[in-house]
């Protein structure tokens, strides 16, 4: 019996290349700017193996925060649960890049994904290290949890928000402040805009979104205790303050980047990876959300 994924994702694809209202594209880093907002793509590996996909599917977009997934894979396995002496677990009701939290909570970030939390995310792998060792480890991570090699980061785009991230460096500066971060903010942000700037396609991304599937499917990178426990981060802090609403309507760990992108995670069936450049008001891809939406409707894929 064929597949029903494939005709569905096609529809899905269809529709939302008609659609004119399709968000905001940020503008926050200059070269994302450039990006067109007409993108749209959307691929599936199931647990199985299978690869679906439709639309821009062979296009890189810059992943920026759903990296902060992998730093924290990689945080987790070279700190452990240390890491959560650092960081917290709580969802923020915060914008992405919000300062005022982190000033009422005494430099502790509420969780990895906002960019407090991936900045403290980000030093704990780069611990001592020159920021181009860290940033080897990343993208090797990237690629191996991929098993693709053809996956790189963008200077352009890295130096682009590097030139304007003055919010990123007060963060930085704040949690130095606070005694939460072991290396210069320089260093530390450094590897942090480079490690955003990475660029893949809707199908690199959902196989790199393997490992968090569990089951048997591409490699084993992260135990399956620490998956789940990555999964209940995704679906209650990946989306900002979307959370809540990105949860209500799609009902799966996620995690969503600036650059319009969104990996979303069925555990044991399948990993997703949607892409249209355009964001809604908390800075989430607005429709990589209508089509995850009906996705999870039409395939009653949900985790609850
Ligand atoms: N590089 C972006 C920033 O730090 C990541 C934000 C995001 O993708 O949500 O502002």
Redesign the pocket.
């Known amino acids: 019996m064929p597949s029903p994924i494939q005709p569905v994702l096609d529809q899905i694809a269809l529709d939302m290349q008609s659609r004119t209202d399709r968000g905001h594209v940020?503008d926050?880093?200059p070269e994302l700017a450039r990006v067109a907002p007409s993108h749209f793509a959307i691929s599936v590996v199931t647990a199985g193996g299978n690869v679906f996909g439709a639309g821009d599917i062979s296009t890189g977009f810059s992943a920026?925060?759903?990296t902060?997934v992998f730093t924290l894979a990689i945080a987790l396995g070279r700190s452990g649960d240390q890491l959560w002496q650092r960081v917290g677990r709580e969802p923020s009701g915060n914008a992405?890049?919000s300062i005022v939290q982190l000033e009422n909570e005494n430099g502790r970030p509420r969780n990895p994904f906002v960019?407090a939390g991936?900045i403290v995310t980000t030093d704990e792998v780069l611990a001592g290290r020159a920021p181009k060792q860290a940033l080897a480890e990343i993208i090797g991570f990237v690629r191996a949890a991929a098993e693709d090699s053809d996956i790189h980061i963008n200077e352009a785009v890295a130096r682009s928000?590097q030139s304007l991230?003055h919010?990123?460096f007060a963060l930085a500066h704040f949690l130095a402040a606070h005694d939460n971060l072991r290396n210069a903010p320089e260093m530390t942000l450094g590897t942090?805009?480079h490690q955003?700037?990475i660029e893949l396609t809707t199908t690199q991304l959902a196989r790199a979104g393997r490992f968090l599937m569990g089951g048997t499917e591409g490699p084993r990178l992260v135990s399956q205790p620490r998956v789940r426990r990555m999964n209940a981060l995704m679906l209650t802090c990946g989306h900002?303050d979307g959370s809540g609403d990105f949860a209500f309507r799609v009902g799966l760990p996620a995690k969503?980047?600036?650059?319009g992108g969104i990996l979303a995670i069925v555990p044991g069936v399948a990993s997703i990876a949607v892409w249209s450049p355009g964001l809604d008001e908390n800075?989430n891809s607005k429709l990589g959300t209508e089509a995850l939406e009906r996705l999870a409707r039409e395939m009653d894929w949900s985790i609850f």
Not at 256 to 259: I, L, N
Request: hydrophobic share 30%; net charge positive.
């Open positions: 940020a926050y880093i920026q925060s759903i902060k992405f890049n960019n991936a928000e991230g919010r990123n942090y805009f955003c700037a900002y969503s980047g600036v650059g800075g």
